[in-house]
T-cell receptor, first 113, second 113 residues
Framework: QQQVKQSPQSLIVQKGGISIINCAYE??????FPWYQQFPGKGPALLIA?????SEKKEGRFTISFNKSAKQFSLHIMDSQPGDSATYFC????????????FGTGTSLTVIP | NAGVMQNPRHLVRRRGQEARLRCSPM?????VYWYRQLPEEGLKFMVY????????ESGMPKERFSAEFPKEGPSILRIQQVVRGDSAAYFC???????????FGQGTRLTVV
């Protein structure tokens, strides 16, 4: 079964707007939650990651919000730019058992100029 | 420091042939993960290796698929007697240890004709 559920499947945002992608997980043993950005024909690139001991992490225009009790986390892209148009994947792992990632199904983001 | 190197980038095989995919991890990284991405889907974990050891192969199909990470040289994902359903992008990721971020290669796109 899908261990990490991601929504929406696709997202269209105006330039300058906020893009929000949500993920939910079931396994409370997960302790590492990265987000990856993937352009067509390329490999996933690590964007930002969070561990469950913090509720928010910000790096530039990218912010992860983490709700441990709800078992949900989200990616916010502020001031979205056309260059942000890509597919975004959330993931979760258990670092004490090898850190294999369980990925969400991805969100295709299109930022309209 | 070069990133994770995968080759070939594209591989075409006829049904029944063997496919060999190579992955050279980043310098200093001794942990290698293989993932498969089917069209329009997220990445699925296949196998986790450290030098000369398979740590977790729970995501590997039981037949035709094997992986190794020898003491010297790249990690190899081997698919014997390929079938059309093996057509996918195969990504390798490496990590310096099993509890930190993982960096992905550009992938090998396998097409079985």
């Amino acid at each position: 079964q899908q261990q990490v559920k991601q929504s929406p499947q696709s997202l269209i945002v105006q330039k300058g707007g906020i893009s929000i992608i949500n993920c939910a997980y079931e396994n409370t043993a997960f302790d590492y939650f990265p987000w990856y950005q993937q352009f067509p024909g390329k490999g996933p690139a690590l964007l930002i990651a969070i561990r469950p001991d913090v509720s928010e992490k910000k790096e530039g225009r990218f912010t992860i919000s983490f709700n441990k009790s709800a078992k949900q986390f989200s990616l916010h892209i502020m001031d979205s730019q056309p260059g942000d148009s890509a597919t975004y994947f959330c993931a979760a792992s258990m670092t004490n058992t090898g850190n294999q990632f369980y990925f969400g199904t991805g969100t295709s983001l299109t930022v309209i100029p | 420091n070069a990133g994770v190197m995968q080759n070939p980038r594209h591989l075409v095989r006829r049904r029944g042939q063997e496919a060999r995919l190579r992955c050279s991890p980043m310098k200093g990284h001794s942990h290698v993960y293989w993932y498969r991405q089917l069209p329009e889907e997220g990445l699925k974990f296949m196998v986790y290796l450290q030098k000369e050891n398979i740590i977790d192969e729970s995501g590997m199909p039981k037949e035709r698929f094997s992986a190794e990470f020898p003491k010297e040289g790249p990690s190899i994902l081997r698919i014997q007697q390929v079938v059309r359903g093996d057509s996918a992008a195969y990504f390798c990721a490496s990590s310096p240890s099993g509890d930190t971020e993982a960096f992905f290669g550009q992938g090998t796109r396998l097409t079985v004709v």
